[in-house]
T-cell receptor, first 115, second 111 residues
Framework: GAGVSQTPSNKVTEKGKYVELRCDPI?????LYWYRQSLGQGPEFLIY????????DSGLPNDRFFAVRPEGSVSTLKIQRTERGDSAVYLC?????????????FGPGTRLTVT | GQQVMQIPQYQHVQEGEDFTTYCNSS?????IQWYKQRPGGHPVFLIQ?????EVKKQKRLTFQFGEAKKNSSLHITATQTTDVGTYFC???????????FGGGTRVLVKP
């Protein structure tokens, strides 16, 4: 079956601009996660959705970052007034709905470059 | 907050040799997961360990969860070029499903 998909695969934007990154999780997965991965580091948690609601957004670095999942499926990560330090690969993952004992399926990521 | 450390950061291995990479958490984990990320790719789930002292094998890969559930190891025997990539361990935070990833061990195989 289809895996997690993310669009765009690459995004280059100028400092100060607004960007939206999209994630399509695996069908039937109600849990959705956003991570950010900088070069040479492990994925860093940003936000976790269970259904439509953000169950945990403690990883969002500041109020320029926001994510939505209005219908409990597709999610959009929004970054306002982008800064060069936001450059990274943004990974989305999904998993089965309950508990901590489920593997996470990652998408291919969106490489964001802020110039 | 919770920290997950992995050593070594880099592992250069001669093809055919064995090696072990280690993962240590600052807090007790309910479970630990291992992921592999090929160069230019995304993390792919390998295995999950739940029980204290648990050992699981996948072909040439052996995973172990420590008795105190604060550390884990991955041992690869007879390394092949297909083993190239970064191996991450990850544990859930105290509440919720979010994973804290280690910094990874980058494995390079010399043919």
């Amino acid at each position: 079956g289809a895996g997690v998909s993310q669009t765009p695969s690459n995004k280059v934007t100028e400092k100060g601009k607004y960007v939206e990154l999209r994630c399509d999780p695996i069908s039937g997965h109600t849990a959705l996660y956003w991570y950010r991965q900088s070069l040479g580091q492990g994925p860093e948690f940003l936000i976790y959705f269970q259904g439509t609601g953000a169950a945990d957004d403690s990883g969002l670095p500041n109020d320029r970052f926001f994510a939505v999942r209005p219908e409990g499926s597709v999610s959009t990560l929004k970054i306002q007034r982008t800064e060069r330090g936001d450059s990274a690969v943004y990974l989305c993952a999904s998993s089965f709905p309950e508990g901590q004992l489920y593997e996470q399926y990652f998408g291919p990521g969106t490489r964001l470059t802020v110039t | 907050g919770q920290q997950v450390m992995q050593i070594p950061q880099y592992q250069h291995v001669q093809e055919g040799e064995d090696f072990t990479t280690y993962c240590n958490s600052s807090t007790t984990l309910s479970n630990i997961q291992w992921y592999k990320q090929r160069p230019g790719g995304h993390p792919v789930f390998l295995i999950q360990l739940v029980k204290s002292g648990e050992v699981k094998k996948q072909k040439r890969l052996t995973f172990q969860f420590g008795e105190a559930k604060k550390n884990s190891s991955l041992h690869i025997t007879a390394t092949q070029t297909t083993d190239v990539g970064t191996y991450f361990c990850a544990g859930p935070k105290a509440a919720g499903n979010k994973l804290t990833f280690g910094g990874g061990t980058r494995v390079l195989v010399k043919p």
